[in-house]
């Protein structure tokens, strides 16, 4: 039986690929199939509303995975989370896919638990994690490192780290309350921790946009290139001992600008699909913007922040935003203990 109702099509031309994917993920996903460029186009104009992820071989006759994504591309057709499938991500399959807001690459050959993590936490699905002494040792060190890094970086474009400060304490703040309201957040103290760091680095990959090849892709997919990047930074980092942070920080770089109601960027994601921890830091990094402005930081101005955030509709959730405001005092405090 399975556990959950997301749909996932694979096209490609390799039955053999074909059938190891779909070994590997019937047992949590509905798998539709699809054996070239075509049939897969097909599938995706008729059912596009109803499939949650698609991954795509690259290299397939006639029609390939790019030429699929030039035509949805052209027709202005939204399409779920794409993985594209190829035995080596060189530099201009990387440049291509950031033209078609490609989620992620799977390689060849397969890696089953890689595969799985992956997608189903560009599902919105995260197992619960129970981290050993040693990862979360092995975890601060990287995201220290990684402080110094994104730390000097700032310091050179004359910006201080205030922001990313603010947006890492108020997650933490959030993630605390979120854990006693919600039974199955399975979120202990080094959890917390964790992620809220993660929420420190949403913008790291601004330090790549000006000096990766990258920047060579179509103009109109400039602005999102920072959120790929930013992910593509943090998967550095292939220690299985880091890989709990390295999964939820590399998606919030990734998802902090997409919106609860499908508009944003760079997968125009829609509501839950998005990982709860990414939508909390897209709210933490909005409020931030609009609450540290005020001429103070007080409960008029938090009131005045959220009623502002509320104008737009459809950029979060109102449990979020209950959330938030539950969390005022908490907040306030912290802006006067930061000064």
């Not at 057709?77 to 896919?97: G, K």
């Not at 060849?108 to 595969?115: A, N, Q, T, V």
């Not at 700032?154 to 959030?174: A, P, S, W």
Request: aromatic share 8%; hydrophobic share 35%; proline share 3%.
């Amino acid at each position: 039986m399975k556990k959950n109702s997301k749909r996932i099509l694979i096209v490609d031309d390799s039955e053999i690929d074909r059938t190891v994917l779909k070994n590997i993920l019937q047992e949590e996903f509905e798998i539709i199939e699809a054996d070239s460029g075509y049939s897969g186009l097909d599938i995706i104009l008729k059912e596009k509303d109803s499939l949650d992820a698609l991954l795509l071989d690259v290299s397939m006759p006639v029609l390939d995975g790019f030429g699929v994504l030039g035509i949805l591309k052209e027709k202005t057709i939204s399409v779920p989370p794409v993985f594209l499938i190829t035995a080596e991500a060189t530099r201009d399959n990387v440049q291509r896919a950031i033209q078609y807001n490609v989620s992620e690459f799977i390689r060849k050959p397969f890696d089953r638990e890689d595969i799985l993590k992956r997608i189903k936490l560009r599902l919105g699905i995260i197992s619960e994690c129970e981290l050993r002494p040693e990862d979360v040792k092995m975890t601060q060190r990287y995201i220290s490192d990684l402080k110094q890094i994104y730390n000097t970086y700032l310091y050179d474009k004359g910006e201080d780290t205030g922001h990313c400060l603010r947006i890492q304490n108020i997650m933490r703040i959030l993630l605390e309350k979120y854990a006693l309201m919600t039974e199955d957040a399975a979120l202990d103290k080094n959890n917390i921790e964790i992620i809220s760091s993660a929420g420190y680095f949403c913008n790291i990959g601004r330090m790549a946009v000006s000096e990766n090849p990258l920047k060579a892709a179509k103009r109109e997919s400039a602005p999102q290139s920072h959120t790929m990047l930013g992910a593509a930074i943090i998967q550095l980092n292939y220690s299985q001992q880091c890989s709990y942070f390295v999964q939820i920080c590399s998606d919030i770089c990734m998802h902090h600008h997409e919106r609860y109601d499908g508009t944003g960027f760079p997968h125009r994601i829609i509501g839950e699909n998005n990982l709860i921890y990414t939508q909390m830091c897209r709210l933490t990094e909005r409020f931030d913007t609009i609450f540290s402005e005020s001429p103070e930081q007080n409960e008029k101005q938090f009131d005045l922040s959220v009623k502002e955030i509320k104008k737009d509709e459809g950029f979060v959730s109102e449990e979020l935003l209950t959330l938030l405001i539950s969390c005022k005092w908490d907040i306030i405090y912290s802006y006067h203990q930061a000064r």
